[in-house]
């Protein structure tokens, strides 16, 4: 049975791709480079630098290091403006039941998210304090689909990975659970994260119970 539930968080517990999308978007547009709903899902789960860096790639752009860190906190503070305005009611449905059943059920809960706004946005959403422990995005050497931040995650909650189960809604963080050598549930479509070891829709079907056995 598992000892330890690692989870996502965009897209898995809230919806801040749509924020991100927006704050993206605007970048791109102040550089006229086109943003699409494609190139946004391809962004889900990459870490702000490579963000930029696969916007400026489409548009064939190269920029001043100094430019380039310009805009990567230009659009960091637009994305602030936006999630200033989350509150509760921008948890995924099922997802603080799953918080709350995971932890009643005595497992350790973790966050494995390469967002540095992570701990910001669990304030906003109250859940701050169903968390045992969340991985400082700013510590990693390496985004997922690499294993680092998983590994991170359960050595934080001192927890073997082969003890774990890992939450993701993203083929690259799919992959960095198995990488770490989890259990993966994956949220979406089995289609699409076919590397998962099961998939559910949303954290609305999550049955601890399923997961135990
Ligand atoms: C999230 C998003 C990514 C975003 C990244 C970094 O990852 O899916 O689109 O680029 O965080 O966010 P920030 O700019 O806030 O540091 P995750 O791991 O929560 O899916
Ligand atoms: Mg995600």
Redesign the pocket.
Known sequence: PFKAVVF?????ITD??RF?HLA?KRLADTLGIGFDDELAES??????R??LQMILDKGGVTLEPAEFDRL?DM??VW??EL?GTMTRDDLLPGALDTLKAVRAAGLKIGL???????PA?LERLGIADLFDTVVD?RLLKR??PDPE?FLKAAAQLGADPADCLGV???VA?VASIKGAGMAALGIGKPSVLTEADAVIAGLDDFVLDDYLA
């Not at 996502?8 to 898995?12: A, I, Y």
């Not at 962004?43 to 702000?48: A, F, M, V, Y």
């Open positions: 996502d968080l965009d897209g898995v801040t791709a991100h993206w962004l889900k789960g990459i870490d702000r490579m963000s990567a659009k960091n994305y602030k999630i494995a998210s390469v967002s540095q706004n992570a946005i995005a985004g997922k931040i993701e809604d993203a963080g």
